[in-house]
């Protein structure tokens, strides 16, 4: 099977879906992809991430991750992309990013592409299946593929039951509630496998 290369791509405020994308590498590591983990811009003007101690300090830890570019899109064969969810709705800084696509998708550059999402909330029900949604439809224009976990492994059901993309609540410290570790590793195999699967398709 040819080497798939994944592109994780995530935005974070504080931590959390930064988690989620080192967790999505280890996991599509140990299923053979070639892997790059990148953010999207910060969009935030510096004196709200300034009043922040714990925003502060996460844009300081990860200042050495590279911004995704589009040429990070031509490169992947599939995406893992890993967000808060913002009023139910992808934030500002994702959906910069994923409007400025509109050139590659009009040379079908992002067609047939593998494509999984993941996303953090404060509450339980506090719009992660509607973020996650909302995400894929952008990728639906694109004629991606979209590899959600579903229920296809019981370990969905153990890291809280989302068969949109792995979801996990986190309180006010930011801890998590769920433990969702061994979920994003599966997603993220799983989203090799079927990227995987379609560039044997297409080689073959």
């Known amino acids: 099977m040819p080497n798939v290369k994944l592109a994780i791509i995530y935005y974070s405020s504080t931590g959390t879906n930064y988690k989620l994308a080192s967790w999505a590498e280890e996991g599509a590591k140990e299923a053979g992809a070639e892997v790059k983990v990148l953010k999207v811009q910060e969009l935030a003007p510096q004196s709200a991430i300034d009043s922040n101690p714990a925003w502060k300090a996460h844009v300081e830890a990860t200042k050495e991750v590279p911004v995704a570019t589009l040429n990070d899109l031509e490169w992947a064969d599939a995406f893992i992309f890993s967000v808060p969810t913002r009023f139910g709705n992808v934030p500002s800084q994702m959906k910069q990013f994923l409007d400025t696509t509109g050139g590659l998708w009009a040379q079908g550059k992002l067609a047939d592409k593998v494509v999984s999402g993941m996303c953090s909330a404060g509450n339980l029900h506090g719009g992660q299946e509607a973020t996650i949604l909302s995400l894929y ?11 959600a976990p579903g229920y296809n492994n019981p370990v969905t059901f153990a890291s809280g ?44």
């Open 137 to 147: 439809t952008t990728m639906y224009h694109w004629g991606a593929i979209i590899a």
């Open 161 to 204: 039951g989302n068969p949109y993309g792995m979801s996990v609540t986190v309180n006010q410290d930011g801890s998590m509630q769920e433990n969702v570790r061994e979920g994003v590793i599966y997603q993220a195999k799983r989203t090799v496998t079927v990227a995987g699967w379609v560039k044997n398709g297409q080689q073959g």
